[in-house]
């Protein structure tokens, strides 16, 4: 099949989005499908655009052997609405640049959010004749109206409307975790029919246990320490001033060290507390390409991931857990919901309720002084990625479920294209 994946967010951004975006293209094309990506230039989470990307409209490359079409985009970091709003629509629109370039796709496949792409996923669809399939990485509008970053009622309602017409339009709708799933169902009235799941899967080859890196050890002054790591976006939804007050709280453990790697709205913030507070127990790295980052696991003892105490949240599955677990590292989870069910069930880490700093401090020390469960606890989490969550596993279960759905039922797509010859006639 030809597929034409449309997002917002891809490498060289480092982000949750981008891994799964980037490794869904990748692994489509691996399993012999033709496989084009529609992005924005690149610029998050900085607010940014790149180097080498700035004053061009579009952009046309090609990364691991697959062909990118990239268009401007309004940069914006701010949490406020007006730039945010402008950083979404502006690439709505300027995707459509790609119309042409993309050919005749078979399958139109968005990542929401941003909810409004999906309108442009639908343009694309209709014109083109082809399945479109909204794939639901996050709840919106549920999860705007929980953070607060939206108070009109007015504004929320439309965004309601807006999402029960694109679920009625999509093809299929897809689910990254259970608990997307069953919100769809059962709080959205998607028919189960149309529901695809595609969970967050790693990369198990790039992402296994591996020796010390001693020149990243070196380079950044940590040899002899027990590094605790935060990798990933720098932002609201992940509370990550625990992190400081569980680092302040260890300051009389010289050997133990937080790090954080990555960027987002809040480094500034949290850099700024540090410098105020004298952390000598806390390092910030720049974010790193995906394949750099087994150098950063090879140093760590465990993974933190922590998440605000929001209903949203109860079905999220960070995906930064998965690269720590397939690389033999513990996750030390701060958060409810699914990814704590699946962390105890595997004992693969530690579970911890949210934005609770002293069991945080707790579950660090236990950690740091009980190698043989650290080991433990990574052993059963590589286990738990090479049997459920390597990328070539979740995609060919993917592939094989679309495809018997549309050998099902094929009538829709013909009839479709048949409109669409007819009124280019």
């Known amino acids: 099949m030809k597929f034409v994946l449309l997002t917002q967010y891809y490498p060289p951004e480092v982000g949750g989005a981008q891994v799964l975006m980037s490794s869904f293209a990748r692994e489509l094309q691996l399993q012999g499908h033709e496989v084009r990506v529609i992005t924005a230039v690149p610029n998050y989470a900085t607010g940014k655009i790149f180097d080498g990307y700035r004053n061009r409209?579009?952009?046309?490359?090609?990364?691991?052997?697959?062909?990118?079409?990239?268009s401007w985009v309004y940069p914006a970091q701010s949490a406020r609405l007006i730039p945010r709003l402008a950083n979404y629509f502006t690439f709505c629109i300027s995707s459509l640049l790609a119309f042409s370039w993309m050919g005749n796709p078979d399958i139109v496949f968005v990542d929401s959010p941003p909810l409004f792409l999906s309108l442009t996923a639908l343009l694309i669809a209709r014109?083109?004749?082809?399945?479109?399939?909204?794939?639901?990485s996050d709840l919106w509008p549920d999860a705007v109206a929980e953070s607060g970053m939206v108070d009109s009622g007015v504004l929320l309602a439309l965004a309601r409307e807006l999402e029960k017409f694109l679920y009625r339009s999509a093809d299929f709708v897809g689910a990254v975790t259970e608990g997307i799933h069953k919100i769809l169902v059962n709080g959205k009235g998607v028919p189960e029919s149309k529901i695809l799941f595609l969970p967050i899967g790693v990369d198990t080859q790039l992402f296994q246990p591996r020796s010390a890196d001693q020149a990243l050890l070196s380079r950044h002054s940590l040899s002899g320490k027990s590094v605790f790591l935060y990798a990933g976006t720098l932002?609201?939804?992940?509370?990550?001033?625990?992190?400081?007050?569980?680092?302040?709280?260890?300051?009389?453990?010289?050997?133990?060290?937080?790090?954080?790697?990555?960027?987002?709205?809040v480094k500034a913030r949290l850099l700024a507390e540090c410098a105020r507070r004298g952390f000598s127990n806390v390092i910030f790295a720049d974010p790193v390409a995906l394949t750099e980052m087994p150098r950063w696991w090879s140093i760590s003892k465990a993974a933190l991931v922590t998440l605000t105490d929001q209903a949203v949240h109860q079905s999220a599955r960070p995906s930064k857990c998965l690269p720590a677990l397939s690389s033999g590292v513990p996750v030390l989870f701060s958060g409810r919901g699914e990814m704590a069910r699946i962390l105890s069930d595997s004992q693969s880490g530690i579970v911890i309720a949210p934005e609770q700093v002293e069991p945080l401090v707790a579950c660090i020390l236990r950690i740091a002084d009980?190698?043989?469960l650290a080991h433990g606890l990574g052993e059963n989490g590589r286990?738990?990625?090479?049997?459920?969550?390597?990328?070539?596993?979740?995609?060919?279960q993917w592939l094989?479920?679309?495809?018997?759905?549309?050998?099902?039922d094929p009538s829709r797509i013909v009839s479709q294209r048949s409109a669409v010859r007819t009124s280019r006639r």
């Not at 952009?59 to 990118?68: C, D, K, L, Q």
């Not at 014109?127 to 639901?136: D, F, P, Q, T, Y």
């Not at 509370?239 to 709205?265: K, M, N, S, Y």
């Not at 286990?383 to 060919?396: I, M, N, Y």
């Open 57 to 70: 409209l579009t952009v046309r490359e090609t990364r691991e052997g697959i062909p990118v079409f990239r």
């Open 400 to 408: 094989a479920d679309i495809t018997s759905r549309i050998n099902a």
């Open 370 to 372: 009980d190698p043989a």
């Open 127 to 136: 014109l083109k004749g082809a399945r479109w399939v909204m794939n639901i």
């Open 383 to 396: 286990k738990l990625c090479e049997e459920q969550f390597s990328w070539h596993l979740v995609v060919q």
């Open 235 to 265: 932002g609201h939804a992940q509370g990550l001033p625990l992190l400081l007050e569980a680092a302040d709280r260890l300051r009389f453990r010289q050997d133990i060290v937080v790090a954080f790697v990555g960027d987002g709205p």
